[in-house]
């Protein structure tokens, strides 16, 4: 039986990745699940869940009530939607460059470097956003730096409104996914040789095109098998 599990190179693959897999069906799947078999269901007067199958709470998101129209659901999502979509282009613009200088530095400069992106990941997500609401808030340190700051000593300052609104929720967002954007992004520009962009450059292609050109190069060497 032994080596037959040697000779069988699915069987091997499929128990490498059964940890990982059980670990997504309980911790992902199944919530997702129970999350979707519960919103087409209804609450009782104590509130408790009762399975039986209605369309009423998507008609309530949408914004149909039975007391009449009522958006503020809706209102809430496409908030959420327009919210989503600023986190994702801002934090595309602002780690794509710090990810390609991370993949051109030196190799020596470039683990510290890493090691300073993932420094904020060690600290609970929880804890690092108390810490922006701490800088953030009325009373927060922002606003007590700025009152202490020669320019604002000599004039009126009337402390900054900025906490709660949806521009330090947006500031919390970018602050938390851009690490995540990092590091993909530089795993992919790794494996671009340096010296296709000056075999590019010397063939006359514009900066978008050697940029197109290295970016299917390198996701073509990224899904073709090794060669010997």
Request: overall charge positive; some cysteine; charged content about 15%.
């Amino acid at each position: 039986m032994i080596q037959r599990f040697r000779e069988n190179r699915r069987l091997q693959g499929f128990l490498l990745i059964l940890p990982t897999l059980l670990v997504m069906v309980v911790m992902l799947i199944i919530p997702l699940t129970l999350t979707v078999v519960t919103s087409f269901g209804q609450r009782d007067a104590d509130g408790n869940v009762i399975y039986t199958f209605t369309l009423e709470n998507y008609w309530r998101l949408i914004g149909f009530t039975e007391q009449g129209w009522d958006d503020l659901y809706l209102r809430i999502l496409l908030r959420s939607l327009w919210l989503a979509l600023q986190t994702t282009v801002i934090v595309i613009a602002m780690a794509y460059p710090l990810a390609y200088f991370i993949a051109r530095a030196p190799e020596k400069r470039r683990n510290s470097l890493l090691f300073l992106v993932l420094i904020p990941l060690w600290t609970n997500f929880i804890i690092r956003i108390y810490a922006w609401v701490m800088i953030l808030r009325t009373q927060g340190v922002l606003n007590a730096g700025s009152v202490a700051s020669p320019v604002c000593s000599s004039i009126p300052f009337q402390p900054l409104d900025l906490y709660p609104s949806q521009g330090p929720v947006l500031m919390g967002m970018v602050y938390e996914f851009l690490p995540f954007m990092i590091l993909p992004i530089f795993t992919s520009l790794e494996k671009i040789e340096p010296s296709l962009y000056e075999a590019a450059a010397d063939l006359g292609a514009n900066a978008f095109r050697t940029f197109c050109a290295g970016s299917r190069r390198s996701r073509c060497r990224a899904s073709s098998p090794a060669r010997s």
